[in-house]
C-alpha cells in the first residue's frame, strides 16, 4: 500500500516550525499513515536539532524525486549563520515564504498528495517584500483560486471565516451576500466531505446581539447577512443563524452543529484557540490541492528551547491524509 506524500513546510526558520517538524519526523504514528517530506533547508533543521537536544534528520535529499521515504527536502536557502532563533529577520521570511511556493507547485503538479504548513511570520514576510499576509492569500494567489477561506478544524470547534487578516474598521466595508455565500458553500461542501453526512451550519451576526434588530451596527445582519443566508438555505444547506457572537459558542451548540460561520478572525479565533490550542488545525478551502497547517504563530519567545509542542502540527498532517484519501 503506498502512503501518501505530504508536503510539510517548516515555516519561518527562526520559530518552532523546525523543531516540530523534527518531532513529527520522529513520530512514529505519522509514519505509519503518510509519507511526511520536510520542504525547508537542512542547516536549518540541524541548528534546530543542536538548540533543542533533539536527532537531526536521517535522510535528507536535494531533489522530489529522491524522496521515497519520510526525508527533509534541502532547497539551501538560508544558512545557519544567517539568522538568530526567535528574532525577526528579512531572510527568514524569504526562506519560509519560498519553502511554501515550492510546496504548493510540488502540489499542483501532483508529486505531493498534500501540503501542511508550518508557522510563517507576517512582520518578516513583509520585511522581505512579500505581498502577502499570511498562508491564505498565498495559496490563493499561487492556485489563482477565486474563492476561498479560512477553516479552523478541532474535535471540539469547527469555525469558517467570511474576513481574516484585516482591521476591525475594515471588516463591515468586505462584507457581501456573495462572499458570504461563497464561505457558507464551501464550509457545507468540506465539512460533509469530513463527516460523510450533510452537516448544520450555524452563522455569527456580525454585531453585539446580532444587531438587535438595527439597534446596534449599520444593519449589516439585516441588508447583508440575513439575505445571503436565506439564499444558501434555498439551495439546500441547513444553516441556523444569524446569532449573538457571544452565545454561538456554548456547549450545548457546539455538539449541536458541526461548524461556525464567522464575520471576522477573532470571533472565532478566540473561542477556538482558548478550547483547542494545541489540537486545533488550519484549512484553505475552495483550492484545488489540499493544505492543511497549524493553528498557531511562530512562537519566537520559546523557539530554540525544546519545549515547542507538536500536537496542532501532527493534527494538521492527519487531517491532510484524511482530505487526501
Not at 137 to 154: G, H, K
Not at 218 to 237: F, M, S, T, Y
Amino acid at each position: 500500500m503506498t502512503l501518501p506524500r505530504i508536503a510539510v513546510t517548516t515555516g519561518d526558520p527562526a520559530g518552532i516550525g523546525p523543531e516540530v517538524c523534527l518531532k513529527l519526523l520522529a513520530n512514529p504514528e505519522v509514519l505509519e499513515i503518510c509519507q511526511p517530506i520536510i520542504f525547508g533547508d537542512a542547516s536549518v533543521l540541524n541548528k534546530a536539532a543542536e538548540e533543542c537536544g533533539l536527532p537531526r534528520p536521517e535522510k535528507v535529499v536535494h531533489r522530489l524525486e529522491e524522496a521515497t521515504e519520510a526525508c527533509v527536502l534541502d532547497f539551501k536557502k538560508i544558512a545557519a549563520n544567517d539568522y538568530m532563533t526567535g528574532c525577526i529577520n528579512a531572510a527568514t521570511g524569504h526562506a519560509g515564504y519560498h519553502y511554501v511556493i515550492e510546496a504548493i507547485d510540488a502540489a499542483l503538479a501532483k508529486n505531493v498528495d498534500a501540503v501542511t504548513t508550518g508557522p510563517l511570520n507576517k512582520e518578516a514576510l513583509r520585511m522581505a517584500d512579500i505581498p502577502f499576509p499570511g498562508h491564505t492569500e498565498i495559496f490563493a494567489d499561487r492556485t489563482q483560486s477565486e474563492r476561498a477561506c479560512m477553516l479552523q478544524y478541532s474535535e471540539e470547534v469547527r469555525c469558517v471565516f467570511v474576513t481574516t487578516h484585516v482591521g476591525y474598521a475594515e471588516v463591515p466595508h468586505l462584507l457581501s451576500q456573495e462572499r458570504i455565500i461563497d464561505v457558507i458553500e464551501l464550509a457545507s461542501e468540506a465539512m460533509e466531505r469530513i463527516r460523510k453526512r450533510k452537516p448544520r451550519l450555524l452563522c455569527c451576526g456580525l454585531n453585539p446581539h446580532a444587531g438587535e434588530n438595527g439597534l446596534f451596527g449599520n444593519r449589516e445582519e439585516e441588508q447583508i447577512i440575513i439575505p445571503a443566508l436565506e439564499k444558501v438555505r434555498e439551495r439546500g444547506i441547513d444553516i441556523t443563524g444569524p446569532l449573538p457572537p457571544d452565545t454561538t459558542f456554548l456547549p450545548a451548540r457546539r455538539k449541536e452543529y458541526d461548524c461556525v460561520v464567522c464575520m471576522y478572525h477573532d470571533q472565532g479565533h478566540i473561542p477556538l484557540k482558548a478550547l483547542a490550542f494545541d489540537e486545533a488545525v488550519n484549512t484553505t478551502l475552495g483550492l484545488p490541492i489540499i493544505r492543511t497547517s497549524v493553528d498557531h504563530g511562530t512562537a519566537l519567545d520559546i523557539a530554540g528551547q525544546g519545549i515547542a509542542n507538536p500536537n496542532s502540527l501532527v493534527a494538521a498532517v492527519k487531517l491532510a491524509v484524511k482530505l487526501s484519501k
